[in-house]
């Protein structure tokens, strides 16, 4: 029998407690750096439609028969190189900003809360972690993608897996979904404070470049807003640390396949900066709520080469918020409204 659906004396069930759930949610990680972790992880990535626009059994057939023929064994090197005796940084990280948020939500006088964290590809999945909720009997769920800049890519696809979950079950929670939290006051703040902490400590550069993950721009041309939420972003910390615009240049990286991505380039940019005058530079990437692979081997190794091998001096990489205190208030303040 159900565990929704049993006849008790009681009419009004206990099972059903008027506690809150938060699920956080983040990108996800494969389960280890190797090739056969790797083709588990990209065939269920890639296999989303809103990861690739193209006719879908096309696309199938180019997923199955070349590329996770071909990619896993590069992709397991580049996760070897960041990996460490805590695994994957992404669901380290993530884990402990889960135990952070949760503890700050109970000081904040909350206790009826439950806090679970899940990963949109891979494990822990949005699936368990859902399901983990409703074995408490919560009756609302507040749902937290780590994404601060909405994109169909990420956090439509979060919404997707939510959904896809969902509507298999017969009793459906209170659901309060967070589609992004791009221009709120406390996540500026504590982005501009982790630039000024750097600026303090190491001086200011000739160029402050804001990195974010790139998307083709096919995408903003049928309407996703993420390119102009990023540019917001950048305007925002900007004001809040009183640069001048000059200073600052906003970059998108992580391009995959032949299909043109937001412009500028970060991996071009930096390859032109030393012809410029440009030596001395800091690297942020705000799309990032915790550093993963693409922080850690494509900004602090793979561009940090680009721009050296161009003739760069000094190149410097400001990491993501990650278990900042002032990162989990933010956090707090984005969902405190739904508590």
């Not at 008790?8 to 938060?22: A, E, L, S, Y």
């Not at 679970?116 to 937290?144: F, H, W």
């Not at 402050?208 to 925002?236: A, E, I, R, W």
Request: glycine share 6%; with cysteine; charged share 20%.
């Amino acid at each position: 029998m159900s565990r929704f659906s049993a006849v008790t004396d009681n009419p009004h069930d206990q099972r059903f407690n008027q506690k809150t759930g938060i699920l956080v949610t983040n990108l996800g990680s494969p389960d280890a750096p190797t090739a056969k972790a790797l083709r588990v992880y990209l065939a269920e990535f890639l296999s989303d439609p809103r990861i690739v626009e193209i006719p879908r059994l096309i696309w199938l057939m180019i997923l199955h028969g070349i590329i996770l023929r071909v990619r896993p064994k590069k992709s397991a090197k580049a996760y070897e190189s960041i990996w460490t005796e805590n695994g994957s940084p992404l669901i380290h990280i993530s884990a402990q900003q889960t135990e952070k948020l949760s503890l700050l939500i109970k000081q904040q006088g909350y206790e009826n809360t439950e806090v679970v964290m899940a990963m949109r590809y891979g494990n822990p999945s949005i699936e368990s972690g859902l399901e983990l909720l409703r074995d408490k009997g919560l009756t609302r769920i507040i749902v937290l993608p780590l994404y601060p800049q909405y994109s169909s890519p990420t956090t439509g696809s979060t919404f997707d897996a939510v959904a896809a979950v969902l509507k298999k079950w017969r009793w459906v929670p209170e659901l309060h979904f967070i589609n992004g939290y791009h221009k709120t006051p406390k996540y500026i703040s504590a982005l501009a404070a982790s630039i000024a902490e750097d600026l303090e400590k190491h001086g200011t550069p000739q160029k402050l470049v804001f990195s974010y993950h790139g998307m083709p721009k096919q995408f903003l041309t049928n309407g996703d807003p993420y390119h102009c939420l990023c540019h917001q972003t950048t305007s925002l910390v900007i004001k809040a640390l009183g640069l001048d615009k000059d200073l600052v240049m906003t970059t998108f990286q992580s391009r995959f396949g032949k299909a043109e991505w937001l412009k500028p380039y970060t991996d071009e940019t930096l390859t032109n900066f030393p012809a410029q005058g440009i030596h001395d530079i800091a690297i942020v990437s705000p799309a990032f709520s915790a550093d993963c692979l693409e922080t850690l081997e494509e900004l602090e190794e793979e561009n940090r080469e680009i721009f050296e091998h161009a003739g760069g001096k000094s190149y410097r990489y400001i990491p993501a918020l990650n278990d900042r205190d002032d990162h989990i208030d933010a956090l707090f303040d984005v969902i405190k409204p739904m508590l």
